[in-house]
Every structure is written in C-alpha cells, then in structure tokens.
C-alpha cells in the first residue's frame, strides 16, 4: 500500500522561507521512472501543479509562478522529497499536496498517488 505524508507546512511572512517534507511508503523509490510532484490549492481555486522531478531527480519542472524561488530535490535512501519553498509570496498560500507515480511524470493532475496536504500560509 503506498502512503505519502506531507510535513513541514506552517505560517510564514513575505520574504521567508519553509521547507515541505514529502515521506513515502510502500514505493520503489528509487525507480528510475518514478515520477514525484508537488502541487498546491489555495481556498476557491483548482488545484495547481507547482513542480516535479523525474530520473532520479536528473530531470526537474517547475510552474513559472514558483521557478527560480522553490526547489524540489529528493533523498532516495530515506524515500522522502523535499520542496524548499524561498522568498515567499502571501499568493503561495495554499494546502501543499505531494503526489507520485511509478511510471510517468509531469505536471498532470492524474497523478495515482497523493498526500493528504499540508497547509502553507504566507502573512503579507
């Protein structure tokens, strides 16, 4: 059964920084197809893809709102994936949502497997 528990969510100001912590279970982790992506949903609005990371790690995609502020990296021995989240914006607020796939990657939505969220709230 494979399990995914986000972590590492929290309150913020403008400028700050959190890092979200995405623990794995029941996953080969070190795949080399496993496709690992963050998305993100903010109160009234549909659920966005923020980054993924794909080969290992070799290959990595971001959303242009977040690209050059957030980094998604990954610990293959611990199966645990990492989205380091820098100067944050109040428009970053949103539940964080990890997600993984054995076989594919990118930035769809159907991704098989999710987290159950952790909240980020960014204070202007």
């Known amino acids: 059964q494979v399990q995914l528990v986000e972590s590492g969510g929290g309150l913020v100001q403008a400028g700050g920084s959190l890092r979200l912590s995405c623990a794995a279970s029941?996953?080969?982790?070190?795949?080399?197809?496993?496709?690992l992506g963050w998305f993100r949903q903010a109160p009234g609005k549909e659920r966005e893809f923020v980054a993924a990371?794909?080969?290992?790690?070799?290959?990595?995609l971001y959303s242009d709102s977040v690209k050059g502020r957030f980094s998604i990296f990954r610990d293959d021995p611990k199966k645990t994936m990492y989205l380091q989240m820098n100067l944050l914006k109040p428009e970053d607020t949103a539940v964080y949502y990890c997600?993984?796939?054995?076989?594919?990657?990118?930035?769809?939505?159907?991704?098989?497997?999710w987290g159950q969220g952790t909240q980020v709230t960014v204070s202007s």
């Open positions: 990371s794909w080969k290992r790690g070799d290959s990595t």
């Open positions: 997600a993984a796939d054995p076989s594919r990657w990118g930035a769809r939505l159907d991704y098989p497997y």
């Open positions: 029941g996953l080969t982790f070190s795949t080399y197809t496993l496709g």
